[in-house]
């Protein structure tokens, strides 16, 4: 990582940001300030087209004058609102053994489901596929190309759910120290995203992860297990030295996701 992108965030004190609303405005998506950024527990929110840029710039505008959000140079087109970088408080996380699955899809997945998964197999088809019709569609081509790049780095991750060769499923997310931030998941079977986040973080704990960062708190995050942890033991985890080995990205039965 660039020592330049690291200097990026210096003036974003995130343990005193808005929980309910953006920590900073502006800078850029190159990979180097996307990894920065999820090390310092930010995750970005880009635009997704000019309203919604002049929305944010409507509304944040005194929070920014005041100096409560932070506003980062390097700015695409000279327009900082189009780029928001949050970090909730509380924040939802899930420990790795702790995805709940449910009796009746472990069940299924021991006795029935001619499923398989992988690993950093398919990251292009993944992003693919949960930007395909999102909206608003925050996962920018330009966001994109920093998240395959950190892939190829080893610190983004994705996993997939495979019925014969068919792509049914999967998430993706960055990986910071002993804590992977989940970004999106899809699925083309009931259960496959599920099943996809469980996979993950079964990888992710056999790896050395500690924790699995939800981003935000809704109703689906707290069915897969995800429990409200104060900011500042977020970021204590964020901090806390970590060896964290290279995920195993072979083929895997989802039967062994169902295991009592």
Do not use: K
């Not at 909206?135 to 994109?144: D, G, K, S």
């Not at 983004?156 to 931030?181: K, Y």
């Not at 992710?204 to 809704?218: E, I, P, S, Y």
């Amino acid at each position: 990582m660039s020592e330049g992108a690291g200097r990026m965030f210096e003036g974003v004190d995130v343990a005193r940001a808005p929980g309910d609303g953006p920590a900073a405005f502006g800078g850029g998506l190159g990979a180097d300030v996307l990894l920065a950024a999820y090390r310092r527990g930010l995750f970005p929110m880009p635009a997704a087209d000019d309203y919604a840029s002049a929305f944010n710039e409507a509304r944040f505008e005194q929070a920014v004058a005041a100096g409560e959000v932070a506003l980062l140079p390097g700015a695409p087109e000279g327009d900082p609102y189009a780029l928001a970088w949050w970090s909730p408080d509380p924040r939802p996380v899930i420990a790795p053994d702790g995805v709940r699955l449910g009796s009746r899809l472990a069940r299924r997945l021991r006795n029935t489901l001619p499923w398989w998964t992988s690993a950093d197999l398919a990251f292009d088809q993944v992003l693919e596929a949960c930007a395909d019709g999102r909206r608003p569609p925050w996962l920018t081509e330009e966001l994109r190309a920093a998240l395959r790049s950190l892939n190829e780095r080893g610190a983004a991750h994705s996993a997939e759910v495979w019925e014969g060769e068919e792509l049914i499923g999967g998430v993706f997310g960055v990986g910071a120290g002993a804590v992977l931030s989940l970004d999106s998941m899809f699925h083309r079977r009931p259960d496959a995203a599920r099943v996809a986040v469980a996979d993950l973080a079964a990888r992710f704990a056999a790896a050395g992860g500690r924790l699995l960062d939800a981003q935000w708190d809704t109703p689906h995050i707290r069915t897969l297990g995800a429990t409200l942890v104060p900011r500042d033991r977020y970021l204590a985890e964020l901090a806390a030295p970590a060896e964290v080995r290279p995920l195993v990205g072979s083929a895997l039965p989802v039967a062994r996701l169902g295991r009592d």
